[in-house]
């Protein structure tokens, strides 16, 4: 007999909350649902485009009756519960339905807040929650003239927009002199009243309102000060109360809330509560993301999983008003503590405020160019020190010494053809519509049905934007903390954690250790896994082939057709006609098709067949020559110049120094691919600036840089430290790769982790640190003691042979 | 398989070789004269055939991570069920399945698609 579970609540929370559960253990419970409302799961922050007229009712339903069907599920549409009586263990419906639980979940969300003031009664005057409200302000817009919506707050304001839309004249009424007061602060709630009022909103500030008058229907409505407005459509936006009505008569603990655990369970434990109607740690949320984060967990718990906590969210905030782009988070005032930064450009109606405490940003305010807004909350909830970089960071990501995305920094201006991501050809209207038409609320969503930012994620910024102000309001990047995949609820750095400290040697003991919710992960964990389990333990972890990308099974880089191209080490990017002969020799009897010299100073061949490999890797090796590693999240190249044996203008031997650092550092696995450089003198015809360790050649010495990249954006080195000896290059080279070996997460390349953690902490570790650098240096010289033998010449001798031969030929 | 004859069977099945022969969560390739097929073995030692090409972009699926009964294309990352060819959701598209058939460790293939 499976245990019944009742859920109390047709809505978003409840029913994804449902969703969640039913991925997890399909067939644990008989599910029953109780909606006081006669529809299906509708989206409720789709409300407002549905007035506005952008929308209609059945493109905002999220699940019909057929859903409900088809999962098995009870549905009462239209029955209210009156009763939980929680000695029976059954629920009262108000037209005397009962039925009994096992465990019960509520989700009853909260009801709109009427100030009961004299008129509050009359018909006309009404709260803005659901689709009946929305009914009947389209009924009242097309019959009469006058609206007031009493509150300027995110949804009085998303609801005065609709009524606009309507055709009908409406007045803002709000209470104190900065419109969305909880959001922004003067100047952003300045703008956007003038941009509000330029749209032919009216706005009445400090208006408080005395009196609601009218016959039987509303007629107008009178303030304190005397003023009087006329109305025949009064919509009351002042707030929202968690409905705990039911919870409390059951005796259920409430405070504003209904109050609930890190595992979403009442004060009954076989009571549990989500969404807007849950108070956890004294928070009430009433946006999507925490609510369906809370579901995830709730879900977990029910499913007997048990093992994920709700640990709170932090949240911002979009106003859903078509062509007004304003962004707000966390801490948006401040105390005597903190600071602000503030750019502003009235002109151009731009206005950034972020507020910092211990180089901490804490919140922040943007008006008219929200692009960055992610960016910022990401720093918020990361708490990233911002010392190095705080005084670009009004300027945006952008401006940190990337290529980024240019103009496009307003996402409402840009025309839905125009193209958001390039890897996969997605346009801004593609990625709008699957939102709405699919009803995707996170950035995975999103991905997963437009590939848009799923290749080299570039665009995530303008996806996550697009995104955020297509569902409005109710967008929040939710988890505290990303999960490693959807394979596990841990972070990175938590199953590295756990490696290290509970001494686990192979994939399938971290699996089994840390509660792996697939039996063997997935393309995306199991790599990193497999890194992260090479980098702790390079003398006793014995690799896991069936974990590494085709690559790194191949040990040659798969093209597009599904042939391979094989790429040599050429040593500092020196070669001689010994080798040049062996290369064209190959190439001439392979019939390679495309020959081609690489940006790191090699020599491929591209197009040929996987059988091919261990052939051509026998020659090379016979001249001396090894696998370059260019397919690998490894050490790549060391680019060269020619140096002070040849240019003019050369300072010290940087073709040495580039072939010594090459020597002591390949074969080495990284989190991502790693490349270096060496240039002669501060011509710099290396490129050192942009590789990831590069060594500039000074008269004195060598200058050290950190952290740079080419590719999608372009990042700038930051200068580490100027050494005097070649040694010294070297042993601070090891240093610096070692930390990131140890540090960064598998597929995070050095430039963002070094924005992630900071070059102060890179120089507390690398430079204050003698005794750690040194140890550092040390720990990679071991590890390169394991890892320095050429794949090639172990494939040639027979290793992986099943990889580059046929399980059978047929006919 | 009902619609193939009997005929058709002991015409079309071949041995392959032995599962031992494809690595756990492993694939490997059977070339025949209507082009490659990708035969993959789960950690539970199931063994499915499939198409060598991804319904996306014509990937080589033998080259993926096969991960529970599934296998991410090494192109473009899309996820093809080993059991139906079918792609995972949202995305579209099917590779051709073909029936394997396990004897004493022994794999046999019917080279006619499901």
């Given at each position: 007999m499976k245990e019944k579970l009742i859920l109390i609540g047709n809505g978003m929370a409840g029913v994804r909350t449902l969703e969640e559960l039913l991925k997890i253990a399909p067939d644990l419970y008989d599910i029953t649902v109780f909606g006081a409302e006669p529809y299906g799961n509708y989206n409720r922050i789709m409300l407002s485009p549905v007035l506005a007229g952008e929308k209609t009712i059945d493109e905002i339903?999220?699940?019909?009756d057929q859903w409900y069907v088809d999962n098995n599920i009870t549905l009462h549409k239209g029955r209210k519960i009156t009763q939980i009586n929680r000695l029976a263990k059954k629920v009262v419906a108000a037209d005397g339905t009962e039925a009994a639980y096992d465990r019960l979940l509520i989700a009853t969300g909260s009801n709109p807040f009427i100030i009961p003031v004299p008129g509050h009664d009359l018909e006309g005057v009404i709260g803005f929650r659901d689709i009946k409200d929305v009914g009947v302000m389209l009924d009242i817009s097309k019959q009469y003239r006058h609206a007031v919506v009493i509150g300027g707050g995110l949804l009085g304001l998303e609801a005065a927009n609709g009524l606009m839309q309507q055709g009908i004249k409406v007045t803002v009424l709000h209470l104190v002199n900065t419109l969305m007061e909880r959001q922004l602060d003067s100047v952003a709630g300045k703008m956007l009243c003038t941009s509000l009022e330029e749209r032919g909103l009216e706005i009445l500030m400090k208006a408080s309102t005395k009196e609601i008058i009218g016959k039987e229907r509303v007629q107008g409505v009178i303030l304190e000060d005397g003023r009087e407005v006329t109305a025949d459509l009064v919509v009351m936006a002042v707030g929202v109360r968690p409905n705990i009505e039911l919870a409390h008569k059951a005796g259920i603990f409430c405070e504003r809330g209904i109050v609930v655990s890190d595992t979403m369970q009442t004060y009954d434990p076989s009571v549990y509560a989500v969404g807007e109607c849950a108070q956890h740690r004294k928070q009430i949320y009433g946006l999507v993301a925490p609510l369906f984060e809370m579901g995830k967990v709730c879900a977990n718990h029910l499913g007997q999983h048990g093992f994920s906590r709700y640990q709170g969210s932090m949240t911002s905030t979009k106003l859903k008003v078509t062509g007004i782009d304003l962004f707000s988070a966390g801490?948006?005032?401040?105390?005597?503590?903190s600071e602000e930064l503030i750019f502003q450009d009235a002109a151009n109606g731009v206005y950034r405020k972020l507020v910092v405490e211990d180089n901490k940003v804490k919140g922040a305010v943007m008006y008219g160019d929200t692009i960055d807004g992610p960016w910022y909350f990401d720093l918020m909830r990361d708490g990233t020190d911002i010392t190095d970089f705080r005084d670009k960071?009004?300027?945006?990501?952008?401006?940190?010494g990337d290529s980024g995305h240019g103009d496009e920094n307003r996402i409402t201006m840009i025309p839905d053809t125009a193209e958001i991501c390039g890897c996969n050809g997605v346009c801004k209207g593609d990625i709008v519509k699957a939102i709405t038409d699919k009803k995707l609320f996170t950035l995975d969503d999103v991905r997963a049905h437009t590939k848009a930012s799923s290749s080299c994620g570039s665009c995530t910024g303008l996806v996550e934007s697009l995104l955020a102000h297509t569902v409005g309001g109710n967008y929040s990047v939710a988890p505290h903390q990303k999960p490693m995949c959807a394979c596990i609820e841990h972070t990175h750095d938590e199953v590295r954690t756990v490696i290290k400290d509970y001494e686990l040697k192979t994939i399938r003991a971290v699996m089994d250790f840390v509660e792996w919710n697939t039996p063997d992960g997935c393309s995306k964990c199991r790599p990193a896994l497999n890194y992260y389990l090479v980098c702790q333990w390079p003398q006793e972890y014995s690799d896991?082939?069936?974990?590494?990308?085709i690559n790194e099974r191949a040990h040659a880089n798969i093209q597009k057709d599904g042939t391979y191209s094989v790429i040599p080490r050429m040593w500092g990017g020196s070669t001689t006609p010994a080798e040049l002969r062996t290369i064209a020799d190959i190439a001439d009897e392979y019939d390679v098709k495309t020959v081609h010299v690489t940006g790191g100073q090699r020599i491929g061949l591209y197009g040929l067949k996987k059988y091919q490999l261990p052939q051509i890797w026998d020659r090379l090796n016979k001249a001396g020559m090894v696998s370059g590693h260019a397919y690998g999240k490894a050490l790549r190249t060391v680019k060269t110049c020619v140096g002070k044996d040849w240019c003019r203008f050369g300072t010290q031997d940087s073709t040495r120094l580039g072939i010594d650092l090459e020597k002591a550092s390949w074969g080495s696995w990284m989190p991502h691919k790693f490349k270096m450089a060496a240039s002669g003198c501060p011509r710099n015809c290396a490129e050192a600036t942009i590789k990831d360790f590069g060594v500039v050649c000074v008269d004195s010495g060598y200058e050290l840089h950190v952290g740079g990249n080419g590719g999608v954006k372009v990042r700038a080195t930051d200068f580490l430290c100027h050494v005097s000896t070649p040694e010294e290059v070297i042993e601070y080279a090891s240093a610096f790769i070692q930390l990131y070996r140890e540090n960064?997460?598998?597929?995070?390349?050095?430039a963002p982790w070094l924005e992630r953690l900071g070059l102060t902490y890179v120089k507390q570790r690398i430079l204050e640190d003698e005794q750690g650098r040194k140890m550092l240096a040390e720990h990679f010289r071991v590890s390169q003691q394991f890892a320095q033998q050429d794949p090639w010449e172990e494939r040639v001798q027979g290793k992986d042979n099943h990889e580059f031969t046929l399980l059978k030929q047929v006919g | 398989m009902s619609s193939v004859s009997t005929a058709e069977i002991t015409k079309n099945w071949v041995e392959i070789g032995r599962v031992d022969d494809i690595p756990r969560l492993g694939a490997r390739v059977v070339n025949t004269a209507e082009g490659d097929i990708a035969v993959f073995r789960t950690a539970e030692d199931e063994v499915f055939a499939l198409r060598d090409s991804c319904p996306h972009k014509g990937g080589p699926l033998s080259q993926g991570i096969v991960h529970g009964k599934r296998v991410t294309c090494p192109l473009h990352d899309w996820k093809i069920h080993l059991d139906s060819g079918e792609a995972v959701a949202p995305d579209e598209g099917c590779a051709a399945s073909f029936p394997v058939r396990v004897e004493n460790g022994m794999l046999f293939l019917l080279l006619v698609a499901d």
């Open positions: 339903m999220l699940n019909d801490d948006f005032t401040g105390n005597e503590d960071i009004l300027f945006g990501q952008a401006h940190l896991d082939y069936q974990s590494r990308f960064a997460h598998y597929l995070e390349r050095t | -």
